[in-house]
């Protein structure tokens, strides 16, 4: 059982800037970072593999958002800046066993606690 554990959610004005950290007990193929909103699905925002870097973003958050990842630390990071009010929603650390940076969240393994972000405007 890959345990993950988010931190660095918060709260941040309009255009400010916010990092998400995940720590995994274990890596596994992949690592992605979900997000839902009050009332909506839990969406896909950014993947990364663990071991060549490849990543995949959603398109509302290409350009702003940034993930990567330290090996050393079984860690993985999203830099999140330019935030609008609609990034506003807990986002959630994943953990894939797969090959692919799936956008579909029964794709994904493991799941951390989530942490909040709200952003206000």
């Known amino acids: 059982q890959v345990q993950l554990v988010e931190s660095g959610g918060g709260l941040v004005q309009a255009g400010g800037s916010l990092r998400l950290s995940c720590a995994a007990s274990e890596r596994t193929f992949s690592m992605g970072w979900f997000r839902q909103a009050p009332g909506k699905e839990r969406e896909f925002v950014a993947a990364i593999r663990w071991i060549v870097g490849n990543t995949n973003y959603a398109d509302s958050v290409k350009g702003r958002f940034t993930i990567s990842r330290d090996n050393a630390k079984n860690t993985v990071y999203l830099q999140m800046n330019s935030l609008k009010p609609e990034d506003t929603a807990v986002y959630y650390c994943?953990?894939?066993?797969?090959?692919?940076?799936?956008?579909?969240?029964?794709?994904?393994?493991?799941w951390g606690q989530g942490t909040q972000v709200t952003v206000s405007s």
């Open positions: 994943a953990a894939g066993l797969a090959r692919g940076l799936g956008v579909n969240p029964n794709e994904w393994n493991y």
